[in-house]
Nanobody, 122 residues
Framework: VQLQASGGGLVQPGGSLRLSCAAS????????LGWFRQAPGKEREFVAA????????YYTDSVQGRFTIFRDNAKNTAYLQMNSLKPEDTAIYYC????????????????WGQGTQVTVSS
C-alpha cells in the first residue's frame, strides 16, 4: 500500500485546512488510519485516528474539537479537517495505516505517506 498526503500550506491563525491521504491498492478499507505530525526538533506525535469503517475516531487532546478525521473507503482516501488553527499546529503532517485499531503509537503503524507541510503564521 502506498500513501500520498496532500493539502498542506500556509494559513493564518484561526484559519482552516483540509488534508487528504490517498491510498493505492484495494486493501485500504482493511486498515485503521492515523494522522501524525512532526514539528522541527520534536518527535513525531499522534494527532487522530479512525477505524476501518470510519465509525470510531479519537484525537489527541490538543486538537480535540478543532480537527475532524474522516474517510471515504470508496475513494481510498482519508481526510483531516483542521479548523481554528494555531501556530503550534505547524508541522509536517503524515498519514499512516495500521492493522490494529486503537493505537496512538507510531510504532504500530505499518505504512506511511511522505508528509505535507502545514504552517500556521500571520
Amino acid at each position: 500500500v502506498q500513501l500520498q498526503a496532500s493539502g498542506g500550506g500556509l494559513v493564518q491563525p484561526g484559519g482552516s485546512l483540509r488534508l487528504s491521504c490517498a491510498a493505492s491498492g484495494r486493501t485500504f478499507s482493511t486498515y485503521a488510519l492515523g494522522w501524525f505530525r512532526q514539528a522541527p526538533g520534536k518527535e513525531r506525535e499522534f494527532v487522530a485516528a479512525i477505524s476501518r469503517g470510519g465509525s470510531s475516531t479519537y484525537y489527541t487532546d490538543s486538537v480535540q474539537g478543532r480537527f475532524t478525521i474522516f474517510r471515504d473507503n470508496a475513494k481510498n482516501t482519508a481526510y483531516l479537517q483542521m479548523n481554528s488553527l494555531k501556530p503550534e499546529d505547524t508541522a509536517i503532517y503524515y498519514c499512516a495505516l495500521a492493522t490494529a485499531w486503537g493505537s496512538s503509537s507510531r510504532h504500530d503503524y505499518d505504512y506511511w505517506g511522505q508528509g505535507t507541510q502545514v504552517t500556521v503564521s500571520s
